[in-house]
């Protein structure tokens, strides 16, 4: 297979800060509205019986963030519905690229299931994370990643990303089945979350 | 706003997903509605005779939106539920089931259906449309190598579904009544181009021919009969002869209809409170000085987005420079503009050779281009189109100069021009 690039995240040291989401907006100075990276907050759980007091209910509940963009997927579904061909996968690196001249902004991108692509109305044409493209070779980490203060994101080769984190999935609640669009995701999971698929050192 | 009203779309293909999303969009804060007849979320239809007859692609990849998208903005769906009969003064729609539903207002994003030819053998097993998911699922059933399929059409989806079997080894006859491949809407040149790829690929044309009926034996197609008096061996046959407005809906609750629901230059039908976008309507263009009647993608999410902003109270128009696409082997064409009234075709390129370009000039504006796997000249194109953008042919037709050399008169919208 050839090489394909593609972000970790430790959800279990995001605390959902965003402050991965503002340095990429501010490096691509994107309007409003406009969010190449975007971070979902996630909460579950509800009021149950409570095993030591019987009778009593207590909320057992909790939360946890995921930061996510563009997982420049193996089959990205945003490609196949680009009718312009304007959207290509890098033979290189698998970066998932928005051709901006050729793109017509019909949106039909927004077919991606994690939301990726975004529609630049001043521009009139999609827009989407590209791994910070422009530092390749620099030794520079993208934004998102060099901005985290947990130190939650990582960036680069998947096959490294995943000797690295043995335990991380490739999807978790809330995000779609994983087998759709095969995301170059790589999440370890917080301590509350379910997994989803099978974890990625499993393929 | 609006936050008590109820907007019924009626409808499951691009024009009602979009549309659901732009009326979020201006601000739509109350219920909205989507009722499909089929089970599938709003999911995209040109992979279905492409790719998806060569390969199996669950539905699941092929959403316009996911599930997330409709639930994270309050759209409700209903699917699986075809709309019987709207009843205008209650404004109520009744669906299968006894189930009725009040509306405020309401878009009708009906679509099409492919046209049956009126010739015996059409109900035999093994004649096959391409519409819905279902049709691609049985049609790819059925293709396996050395199968002898009969395409009955020489349009986009004919010629799409020709290129996908071809390439899997199925033994593939287009039979077309004009003299020419995509006559409707491609020049001559382009044709040719196009029907000597698809010789190459080994797919037999059969032109300016007529089906006659479907002959089978044991209830199952095994022949084309032509009125030239041919007669054409198939194990399948698909009808790619074209698609038909659906608006029997609207027709039968007393809407003005024309060959197509009938809407003004916001999408609004003949009733106040009801709107109509998409394959099913026939509209007046702003552009065309016309009423006209579209069948594509562009079209349908250009109508969904002004029916959106005349469902708010905003006025926009539908105005915008229409586009098709039609994706055969590794060649993609483009198609920008209409090319009606034009009195002079310019090629530019190597008509022999992907690259070249199609211009249909009025005087020396531009009305339509199309190109193959040429994707910047036809974003410049469109660009000149909507500027109403003059060129000098003799310039244009020179493939060695820079394309933008050909501009007599400066487009007004300078802006638009400079991001080439």
């Given at each position: 297979?050839?090489?394909?690039?593609?972000?970790?995240?430790?959800?279990?040291?995001?605390?959902?800060?965003?402050?991965?989401?503002?340095?990429?907006?501010?490096?691509?100075?994107?309007?409003?509205?406009?969010?190449?990276?975007?971070?979902?907050?996630?909460?579950?759980?509800?009021?149950?019986?409570?095993?030591?007091?019987?009778?009593?209910?207590?909320?057992?509940?909790?939360?946890?963030?995921?930061?996510?963009?563009?997982?420049?997927?193996?089959?990205?579904?945003?490609?196949?519905?680009?009718?312009v061909?304007?959207?290509?996968?890098?033979?290189?690196?698998?970066?998932?690229?928005?051709?901006?001249n050729t793109?017509v902004?019909?949106?039909?991108?927004?077919?991606?299931?994690?939301?990726?692509?975004?529609?630049?109305?001043?521009?009139g044409?999609?827009?989407?994370?590209?791994?910070?493209?422009?530092?390749?070779?620099?030794?520079?980490?993208?934004?998102?990643?060099?901005?985290?203060?947990?130190?939650?994101?990582?960036?680069?080769?998947?096959?490294?990303?995943?000797?690295?984190?043995?335990?991380?999935?490739?999807?978790?609640?809330?995000?779609?089945?994983?087998?759709?669009?095969?995301?170059?995701?790589?999440?370890?999971?917080?301590?509350?979350?379910?997994?989803?698929?099978?974890?990625?050192?499993?393929? | 706003?609006?936050?008590?009203?109820?907007?019924?779309?009626?409808?499951?293909?691009?024009?009602?997903?979009?549309?659901?999303?732009?009326?979020?969009?201006?601000?739509?804060?109350?219920?909205?509605?989507?009722?499909?007849?089929?089970?599938?979320?709003?999911?995209?239809?040109?992979?279905?005779?492409?790719?998806?007859?060569?390969?199996?692609?669950?539905?699941?990849?092929?959403?316009?939106?996911?599930?997330?998208?409709?639930?994270?903005?309050?759209?409700?769906?209903?699917?699986?539920?075809?709309?019987?009969?709207?009843?205008?003064?209650?404004?109520?729609?009744?669906?299968?089931?006894?189930?009725?539903?009040?509306?405020?207002?309401?878009?009708?994003?009906?679509?099409?259906?492919?046209?049956?030819?009126?010739?015996?053998?059409?109900?035999?097993?093994?004649?096959?449309?391409?519409?819905?998911?279902?049709?691609?699922?049985?049609?790819?059933?059925?293709?396996?190598?050395?199968?002898?399929?009969?395409?009955?059409?020489?349009?986009?989806?004919?010629?799409?579904?020709?290129?996908?079997?071809?390439?899997?080894?199925?033994?593939?006859?287009?039979?077309?009544?004009?003299?020419?491949?995509m006559s409707r809407v491609v020049a001559p040149v382009t044709s040719e181009f196009?029907?000597?790829?698809?010789?190459?690929?080994?797919?037999?044309?059969?032109?300016?021919?007529?089906?006659?009926?479907?002959?089978?034996?044991?209830?199952?197609?095994?022949?084309?009969?032509?009125?030239?008096?041919?007669?054409?061996?198939?194990?399948?046959?698909?009808?790619?002869?074209?698609?038909?407005?659906?608006?029997?809906?609207?027709?039968?609750?007393?809407?003005?209809?024309?060959?197509?629901?009938?809407?003004?230059d916001?999408?609004?039908?003949?009733?106040?409170?009801?709107?109509?976008?998409?394959?099913?309507?026939?509209?007046p263009s702003v552009r065309y000085g016309r009423r006209i009647?579209l069948?594509s993608?562009d079209?349908?999410?250009e109508?969904?987005?002004?029916?959106?902003?005349?469902?708010?109270?905003?006025?926009?128009r539908h105005a915008h420079v229409p586009w098709f696409w039609?994706?055969?082997?590794?060649?993609?064409l483009q198609v920008v503009g209409l090319s009606d009234g034009f009195d002079e075709i310019v090629v530019r390129g190597d008509p022999d050779q992907p690259g070249f370009s199609v211009w249909y000039l009025r005087g020396q504006e531009v009305l339509c281009m199309e190109t193959v796997n040429n994707p910047l000249e036809f974003m410049q194109a469109g660009r000149w189109i909507g500027a109403h953008a003059k060129v000098d042919a003799r310039i244009l037709r020179d493939a060695t100069t820079h394309l933008d050399d050909a501009v007599i008169n400066k487009p007004r919208h300078e802006s638009v021009l400079a991001r080439v």
């Amino acid at each position: 297979m050839s090489k394909q690039v593609g972000f970790y995240l430790d959800a279990e040291a995001c605390n959902g800060c965003s402050v991965c989401l503002v340095a990429c907006k501010d490096k691509y100075d994107n309007p409003i509205g406009v969010n190449f990276r975007k971070v979902i907050h996630h909460t579950m759980g509800g009021w149950e019986q409570d095993a030591d007091n019987p009778g009593f209910l207590a909320p057992k509940i909790s939360s946890y963030s995921l930061s996510m963009a563009c997982n420049h997927c193996e089959t990205p579904v945003c490609l196949e519905a680009c009718p312009v061909g304007a959207i290509s996968k890098r033979e290189e690196d698998g970066r998932v690229l928005i051709d901006e001249n050729t793109c017509v902004g019909c949106r039909l991108c927004q077919c991606c299931p994690y939301d990726a692509p975004q529609f630049n109305e001043s521009l009139g044409v999609m827009t989407m994370c590209d791994g910070c493209v422009d530092l390749e070779g620099t030794g520079e980490e993208q934004a998102c990643v060099a901005a985290c203060p947990q130190r939650a994101l990582e960036f680069g080769d998947m096959e490294e990303l995943r000797a690295k984190h043995g335990n991380a999935v490739q999807s978790v609640e809330p995000l779609v089945d994983p087998q759709i669009t095969q995301p170059s995701l790589l999440v370890t999971p917080h301590r509350n979350s379910k997994p989803m698929g099978g974890s990625a050192n499993e393929q | 706003m609006n936050s008590n009203e109820t907007y019924v779309l009626v409808g499951g293909g691009y024009a009602a997903s979009r549309a659901a999303d732009c009326l979020r969009l201006e601000g739509f804060e109350g219920r909205i509605l989507i009722i499909s007849e089929e089970e599938h979320l709003p999911y995209s239809r040109p992979p279905l005779c492409k790719k998806g007859l060569l390969e199996e692609i669950g539905i699941e990849r092929l959403p316009l939106r996911h599930a997330d998208f409709y639930a994270r903005n309050n759209i409700e769906l209903m699917l699986g539920k075809p709309v019987k009969t709207v009843d205008r003064t209650a404004r109520r729609v009744k669906l299968a089931g006894e189930i009725s539903i009040d509306y405020d207002k309401m878009l009708l994003a009906t679509g099409g259906r492919p046209r049956r030819l009126p010739i015996p053998g059409g109900d035999l097993k093994g004649v096959h449309v391409i519409r819905n998911y279902e049709d691609m699922t049985d049609l790819r059933s059925e293709l396996k190598p050395g199968a002898r399929l009969v395409i009955i059409g020489a349009g986009y989806i004919g010629l799409e579904s020709a290129a996908a079997a071809t390439s899997m080894g199925v033994d593939v006859t287009v039979v077309e009544l004009s003299t020419r491949l995509m006559s409707r809407v491609v020049a001559p040149v382009t044709s040719e181009f196009f029907a000597r790829k698809h010789l190459d690929h080994g797919v037999k044309l059969m032109l300016h021919r007529t089906a006659q009926s479907f002959e089978g034996k044991d209830g199952r197609v095994v022949s084309v009969r032509l009125q030239e008096g041919e007669k054409v061996s198939a194990d399948l046959v698909l009808v790619a002869a074209g698609n038909v407005p659906e608006f029997r809906l609207a027709a039968d609750a007393g809407l003005e209809c024309e060959g197509g629901i009938v809407v003004d230059d916001r999408c609004r039908t003949s009733d106040p409170l009801i709107f109509a976008a998409g394959d099913c309507t026939r509209h007046p263009s702003v552009r065309y000085g016309r009423r006209i009647q579209l069948e594509s993608v562009d079209n349908a999410l250009e109508q969904a987005r002004v029916a959106a902003a005349a469902m708010c109270g905003r006025r926009d128009r539908h105005a915008h420079v229409p586009w098709f696409w039609s994706d055969q082997y590794d060649l993609k064409l483009q198609v920008v503009g209409l090319s009606d009234g034009f009195d002079e075709i310019v090629v530019r390129g190597d008509p022999d050779q992907p690259g070249f370009s199609v211009w249909y000039l009025r005087g020396q504006e531009v009305l339509c281009m199309e190109t193959v796997n040429n994707p910047l000249e036809f974003m410049q194109a469109g660009r000149w189109i909507g500027a109403h953008a003059k060129v000098d042919a003799r310039i244009l037709r020179d493939a060695t100069t820079h394309l933008d050399d050909a501009v007599i008169n400066k487009p007004r919208h300078e802006s638009v021009l400079a991001r080439v």
